[in-house]
């Protein structure tokens, strides 16, 4: 297993964002269609665990991780 970034802070302008949103804000990936592989693939953890739900609401304080690159949800 690869060596995990420390999370960068990620602001939103909303009290929630959906995961596949937040991939594409953070620069995690490049475009809604990666995102939907990425996270279809298992690729994708939510605070530690994995989360196969693109749709799934992401809200402040949670980390998303993927390929090794992580980042936070802030306000």
């Known amino acids: ?3 995990v970034s420390e999370a960068i802070d990620v ?3 909303d009290d929630v964002i959906r995961l ?3 991939l594409k804000l953070a620069g995690l990936i490049d475009s809604g269609a990666e995102a939907k592989a990425v996270i279809a693939e298992g690729e994708v953890t939510v ?3 994995v989360d196969l ?3 799934r609401q992401l809200a402040v304080g949670d980390v998303v ?3 090794g690159r ?3 949800v802030a306000r």
């Open 1 to 3: 297993m690869g060596r």
């Open 11 to 13: 602001t939103i302008s």
């Open 20 to 22: 596949g949103q937040f």
């Open 47 to 49: 605070n530690g665990d």
């Open 53 to 55: 739900r693109r749709g």
């Open 65 to 67: 991780e993927v390929f």
């Open 70 to 72: 992580s980042a936070r």
